[in-house]
């Protein structure tokens, strides 16, 4: 089924969208005071903010940096070492109201088939190789082999067929007048993405930090106040805080976005980041033979740079200055400077229109996160919202994660999930309920759905294992099974050296150069196989095709 979904933008007034991109500018360029990260404590409003801003920033890189070391250790083996894997799914028990008895069969049949992949992964000679299996009552019925490098790709059917079909990239014009395909020079690897648009982050510090300088020095002292001893309580953690509020007049969110903007088209370093990565990927691309189109030269692409900003600064001037309107950002502070709360809302005389809410704590073993966007004028019709609720005791995590979007009072997504791990040396289990709702605007009805995932991850001295149960039920769906249940069992090792078959005239079929000959010989053998096959496992296609 076919789930599609249409998002229409809010519909807001020329003011209101002035103040939104300020808030933007505010969410991000304020969120980027390191420069004020070393400054004493005063009495100041403005200080107490800016230093918020920074140590709250601090905080958030300093548990990114954590989030990508676990994922560089996590990743390191895929990329640096040969890496074979082996997962099988079984158990594939389908729930369904079948009146008919021979189709019952066949999902009794079903249930005792067995998929089995084995792939060959070398990140560092780009190669791959491995097989699927299909296999039917403790039978293996088919298999399917491939391999892949980075100009080669080949797969090949030994119980219909002998030999490989293979394409080679040398003879893609060959393949192109053939057959109208147009082919690379050589297959992408993930490795080939990351290096063309890897970022160092000192770079990019660099380059925000006078942003961030900018944003500071343009705050004034009157347009930040604050509250003491504001009371906190969310989630069920309670403190005292500080309120502090920035507000920007148009003319003040006009004026500080001009500045930015200003200062981003005399950016070098900035146009150069932004520059050098487009440059690399075209380059990548067009190196290797995928269709990209004409190359954008450094002069027309700072041409366009420049522009980018000068419609921005021509989109954000204020023509008709309205005393009564402001952008407010209230944001929540804890005594050590974290901020724990923080909202955007447009402010007119009898009404706040809010935007934007964010919450963001760590109260010992508890962890909260909570942002939601939303249609200021109309925050129940259309919004986005993201929640994740964990508490962490003796490696044993307990927690709820949440998504929702909502678009014209119709939700057309909307996931909830309650998840809880354990971590003991080198193994972590962990159980995941979940319910999914989609709108199905084909079918006009949501498609609902909930589920359960039970996993076991080992980590061996040269690998991972892990298994899965795995449990789906479609709730008000008639065309669907009641449910649907397997298991998945994976192995992986570090280490193990890869080859992929060296093809030739004995071995393979060029699908590039085929000839009629070849052709022939291939219907041939295909035909005595499919015999051979059919009558091999004659007793099971009569039970599968339900005949007599």
């Known amino acids: 089924m076919e789930t599609t979904t249409n998002v229409n933008p809010p519909r807001k007034s020329y003011k209101k969208t002035l103040l939104i991109i300020g808030a933007a500018a505010v969410v991000v360029i304020g969120g980027l005071g390191t420069a004020y990260a070393k400054l004493d404590l005063f009495k100041s409003s403005k200080t107490i903010y800016l ?31 040969p890496v074979h894997s082996k997962t099988e799914l079984s158990d594939i028990q389908i729930d369904a109201d079948i009146p008919d008895p021979q189709a019952e069969k066949v999902l009794d049949l079903l249930s005792s088939a067995k998929i089995i992949m084995n792939s060959n992964i070398d990140e560092q000679k780009k190669q791959q190789s491995g097989n699927l299996e299909v296999h039917l009552s403790e039978k293996k019925l088919a298999t399917l082999e491939f391999f892949l490098n980075d100009t080669l790709v080949g797969f090949k059917l030994p119980e219909f067929y002998s030999k490989y079909a293979y394409v080679d990239l040398k003879d893609r014009e060959t393949i192109a007048q053939n057959f109208g395909e147009e082919l690379p020079k050589r297959f992408l690897t993930y490795g080939d993405l990351f290096k063309a648009v890897e970022v160092n982050s000192d770079e990019v510090k660099s380059i925000m930090t006078p942003y961030a300088l900018l944003y500071a020095n343009s705050l004034k002292d009157s347009q930040i106040s604050m509250k003491k001893d504001v009371a906190f309580n969310e989630e069920g953690y309670q403190t005292n805080v500080r309120e502090v509020t920035v507000s920007f007049t148009p003319e003040e969110a006009s004026a500080l976005l001009t500045q930015i903007a200003e200062k981003a088209k005399t950016d070098e370093k900035l146009f150069d980041l932004i520059y050098t990565r487009y440059n690399n990927m075209y380059t990548l691309m067009n ?32 023509e008709e200055p ?33 935007f934007w809410q ?31 609720k964990a508490k962490e005791e003796q490696g044993k995590t307990n927690g709820t ?31 995941y309920d979940f319910n ?12 609902s759905l ?52 060296q093809v030739n005239d004995s071995n393979g079929i060029n699908l590039a150069t085929i ?21 091999e496992n004659a007793e099971l296609f009569q039970e599968f095709m339900m005949m007599p």
């Open 51 to 81: 230093q918020s801003e920074a140590e709250s920033m601090m905080k958030l890189s300093s548990d990114f940096s954590k989030s990508y070391a676990e994922y560089e250790a996590y990743m390191k083996p895929y990329l640096e070492k």
């Open 358 to 388: 964010s919450v963001s704590y760590q109260n010992g073993a508890d962890t909260y996160h909570r942002y939601s966007l939303q249609d200021p004028e109309n925050a129940d019709s259309n919004k986005l919202s993201l929640s994740y």
């Open 322 to 354: 309205n005393k009564e309107e402001k952008l407010n950002m209230v944001v929540l502070i804890d005594s050590n400077h974290q901020i724990l709360s923080r909202k955007l809302l447009v402010a007119e005389k009898d009404k706040e229109s809010v």
């Open 515 to 535: 000839t009629e000959e070849q052709m022939m010989e291939i219907q041939q053998e295909v035909g005595i196989s499919m015999q051979t096959f059919m009558e």
């Open 287 to 318: 190196d290797t033979g995928y269709e990209v189109g004409p190359s954008i030269t450094r002069e027309e692409f700072k041409k366009s740079f420049d522009q980018t900003f000068t419609d921005l600064i021509e989109d954000v001037k204020v």
């Open 450 to 501: 909930s589920g359960k995932i039970t996993s076991t991850t080992t980590n061996t001295d040269n690998g991972r294992e892990s298994t899965a149960d795995v449990t789906l039920h479609f709730d008000e769906t008639p065309e669907l099974p009641k449910g649907v249940s397997m298991k998945l069992k994976t192995t992986e090792e570090f280490g193990k050296p890869l080859e992929i078959p």
């Open 401 to 431: 994660f949440g998504f929702l979007l909502v678009d014209e009072s119709r939700p057309v997504m909307d996931l909830k999930t309650t998840f809880e791990t354990t971590k003991q040396d080198k193994k972590e289990d962990g159980t």
């Open 436 to 447: 999914l709702a989609l709108q199905d605007d084909t079918a006009l009805q949501t498609v």
